[in-house]
């Protein structure tokens, strides 16, 4: 089977009776794992996806303490899978991640020769009926949200915090949460409507650039860390957040020479709450790694007053943010 046939041909294999309020009949895993310094602190990411709507169904990331890389990315396939398996155990499954030998090993192509990963080879196996689950190569740039939440996972186990989720996950097909169709998540069937939501609060945010893949880079990593989901893309421009709330980058010969200076008339800078007081730190560390400096660093991270806990960035088309500890 070549990588580009989705769904395994024992697929056909499942009962006519099956009734569809289980959840979809064909998931898509994808997951990743990390580990700094190899072995070192590792962390791991799944997510389940629908593959006929690309709508991210659950997903979630876990700091397994000192691992290597390897194992790391085994950890992820085996939550994928139980992920997976939760939202409908006869579904056939699709697993994609950019470690080419946890495909390779998973596919029979490669020999299992490490302890720790013959273990999790094992129980990933158990998981789901091997039958039902196939495997496909991508690379780390299709394997984007995987990451980030391996990433998140190693963040939050060097800082000492529990990993959680930017946002409740939404109820998978065939897991009822009590609601009724279209209700909001939490609202009982047959309550009342939702009252209108006041006037006045921010909508979306539009930050323009003369270099949208430099700022993508920078700032974009930036708001994927601090919880907002890369929405939508077109060709000058994407977005990060939700329908509630989100940040725009945008380029195109609309924008006037120039660049930017905060120091002119009009918005200086973005602040974000960032966590605890070692998150904003770890996240600062991090950031160096993607196109960002530290302002004011001869009164860091007390910049803004002594009572007031941040780390100043800029990057290097001179946009500024403000990451506030809690």
């Given at each position: 089977m070549n990588h580009q046939q989705l769904f395994d041909p024992h697929e056909n294999d499942t009962p006519e009776h099956e009734d569809p309020a289980d959840g979809p009949s064909r998931l898509v895993v994808e997951a990743d794992g990390g580990s700094r310094g190899n072995p070192g602190h590792a962390g791991y990411g799944a997510l389940v996806r629908d593959p006929s709507t690309g709508r991210i169904l659950v997903e979630k990331a876990a700091y397994i303490g000192k691992a290597s890389n390897?194992?790391?990315?085994?950890?992820?396939?085996?939550?994928?899978?139980?992920?997976?398996?939760?939202?409908?155990?006869?579904?056939?499954v699709h697993v994609k991640m950019d470690s080419k030998l946890v495909v390779e090993q998973m596919s029979g192509r490669w020999q299992i020769k490490h302890a720790d990963m013959k273990v999790l080879a094992a129980k990933a196996r158990k998981v789901l009926d091997?039958?039902?689950?196939?495997?496909?190569?991508?690379?780390?740039?299709?394997?984007?949200?995987?990451?980030?939440?391996?990433?998140?996972?190693?963040?939050?186990?060097?800082?000492?915090?529990?990993?959680?989720?930017?946002?409740?996950?939404?109820?998978?097909?065939?897991?009822?949460?009590?609601?009724?169709?279209?209700?909001?998540?939490g609202a009982a069937a047959g309550s009342p409507a939702e009252a209108p939501r006041p006037a006045g609060r921010l909508h979306h945010l539009e930050v323009w650039t003369t270099d949208l893949p430099a700022a993508e880079a920078s700032l974009g990593w930036l708001l994927e860390r601090l919880g907002f989901p890369r929405k939508e893309s077109w060709k000058d421009g994407v977005s990060y957040g939700s329908?509630?709330?989100?940040?725009?980058?945008?380029?195109?010969?609309?924008v006037a020479d120039g660049g930017h200076e905060r120091r002119r008339p009009g918005v200086n800078h973005l602040a974000f709450r960032a966590g605890s007081r070692s998150a904003v730190d770890l996240l600062a560390r991090r950031a160096a790694s993607h196109g960002w400096s530290l302002l004011f660093a001869d009164r860091h991270p007390f910049a803004g007053g002594p009572e007031h806990y941040a780390a100043y960035l800029e990057n290097a088309e001179g946009f500024e943010v403000e990451l506030v500890a809690d």
């Amino acid at each position: 089977m070549n990588h580009q046939q989705l769904f395994d041909p024992h697929e056909n294999d499942t009962p006519e009776h099956e009734d569809p309020a289980d959840g979809p009949s064909r998931l898509v895993v994808e997951a990743d794992g990390g580990s700094r310094g190899n072995p070192g602190h590792a962390g791991y990411g799944a997510l389940v996806r629908d593959p006929s709507t690309g709508r991210i169904l659950v997903e979630k990331a876990a700091y397994i303490g000192k691992a290597s890389n390897n194992v790391a990315e085994y950890s992820g396939l085996v939550s994928g899978l139980e992920l997976a398996r939760e939202i409908n155990p006869r579904a056939t499954v699709h697993v994609k991640m950019d470690s080419k030998l946890v495909v390779e090993q998973m596919s029979g192509r490669w020999q299992i020769k490490h302890a720790d990963m013959k273990v999790l080879a094992a129980k990933a196996r158990k998981v789901l009926d091997p039958r039902r689950v196939t495997y496909e190569w991508i690379p780390r740039e299709r394997n984007k949200d995987a990451d980030r939440l391996s990433n998140e996972a190693m963040d939050a186990g060097m800082a000492g915090v529990p990993w959680k989720p930017r946002t409740p996950a939404a109820p998978a097909p065939g897991q009822g949460s009590g609601t009724g169709a279209g209700s909001p998540a939490g609202a009982a069937a047959g309550s009342p409507a939702e009252a209108p939501r006041p006037a006045g609060r921010l909508h979306h945010l539009e930050v323009w650039t003369t270099d949208l893949p430099a700022a993508e880079a920078s700032l974009g990593w930036l708001l994927e860390r601090l919880g907002f989901p890369r929405k939508e893309s077109w060709k000058d421009g994407v977005s990060y957040g939700s329908d509630e709330f989100y940040l725009v980058l945008e380029s195109g010969p609309d924008v006037a020479d120039g660049g930017h200076e905060r120091r002119r008339p009009g918005v200086n800078h973005l602040a974000f709450r960032a966590g605890s007081r070692s998150a904003v730190d770890l996240l600062a560390r991090r950031a160096a790694s993607h196109g960002w400096s530290l302002l004011f660093a001869d009164r860091h991270p007390f910049a803004g007053g002594p009572e007031h806990y941040a780390a100043y960035l800029e990057n290097a088309e001179g946009f500024e943010v403000e990451l506030v500890a809690d």
